[in-house]
């Protein structure tokens, strides 16, 4: 059934908006597919992007409003005779300059953050570039925790969830951005306890062809969630790759690491799920460490950080 069509005869539907959390290429590959005949916009999450002007598709218009609330998506439709005569699509910049905080929001966020302010505040060390988490493949903040968890566990291979949460922090005037309590739970706010595994070489390059795959297929309802998840203790090379069973290409890696060889990792316990049948998947050392507890240690040490 064709999900537009089907919906707005059901309802008798001037217009039809898809909420979607796909990420932008799987929105733009549902717009171009035939079940979504009838839809006119697909307003879309996941990936974060800052879609200015709708992505026209074949069947539907994609649209994706960045992140961290710094923009608002607005649609406005023109009605005219009982029929939609127009539409218009702005991507609006939350300017803290132009659009000042509700008092009796913020009078309400300080209420629930006064017993907390002296940690939230508290300044553990800085750092001299910037501190984001946007790009695909690698960024500050989750080197800065790999770091931490490699200095502080000693794997041979540190693993992490590409995450996309926090919020970027530029550095000063004084060329350093404060890294505080409060920052430090934003790219940490799950909490985990530090746990290791064994796992071969060839679990490794298995598990990572299928982790590039999720984010390079060239098939994008093959993409699953568009970020490539942070390592250290690996050199990858990136290089297409010919499916042996298919022929088609899609992503690929050449690595150092040797199929044959154990090796103990730091997986966040997300990760290890997906790295089949991992051996000795225990508790690091008898006393539980968690990320958090490793990362500010290295912060505190290493400041100011630098790359």
């Known amino acids: 059934m064709l999900l537009g069509t089907g919906v707005a005869r059901a309802g008798q539907c001037d217009f039809i908006i898809i909420l979607a959390h796909l990420g932008l290429s799987q929105q733009i590959h549902l717009a171009n597919s035939p079940v979504c005949a009838g839809v006119n916009y697909i307003f879309g999450g996941d990936t974060h992007e800052r879609v200015r002007t709708p992505i026209q598709c074949t069947y539907a218009k994609v649209v994706e409003p960045g992140a961290f609330g710094s923009f608002v998506g607005r649609l406005d439709l023109h009605i005219k005779d009982g029929k939609i005569a127009a539409e218009r699509y702005e991507l609006i910049e939350v300017d803290a300059k132009k659009h000042k905080p509700k008092p009796a929001v913020e009078k309400l966020i300080n209420e629930l953050e006064s017993p907390f302010s002296s940690d939230i505040h508290k300044i553990h060390g800085y750092s001299t570039v910037p501190l984001y988490r946007y790009f695909v493949i690698e960024n500050t903040i989750d080197t800065l925790i790999l770091e931490a968890l490699s200095w502080r566990v000693g794997t041979d291979i540190v693993l992490s969830n590409g995450f996309r949460f926090c ?31 064994k796992v071969s070489g060839r679990q490794l390059l298995d598990w990572l062809e299928k982790e590039l795959n999720n984010v390079f297929a060239k098939d994008a309802s093959k993409r699953f969630g568009g970020w490539v998840v942070k390592f250290k203790g690996m050199e990858v090379e990136f290089l297409p790759l010919a499916n042996r069973e298919t022929g088609t290409k899609g992503a690929g890696r050449r690595q150092t690491t040797r199929p044959e060889r154990i090796y103990s990792v730091w997986p966040a316990n997300a990760t290890a799920t997906r790295i ?32």
């Open 167 to 197: 919020p970027p922090r530029n550095v000063g005037p004084d060329g350093r951005a404060p890294i505080t309590e409060g920052y430090i739970f934003d790219m940490l706010p799950v909490d985990s306890r530090v746990r290791t595994a």
């Open 276 to 307: 089949r049948c991992c051996a000795e998947f225990r508790t690091f050392r008898k006393e539980p460490i968690h990320r958090i507890r490793c990362t500010k240690p290295c912060v505190i040490t290493w400041r100011p950080i630098r790359r």
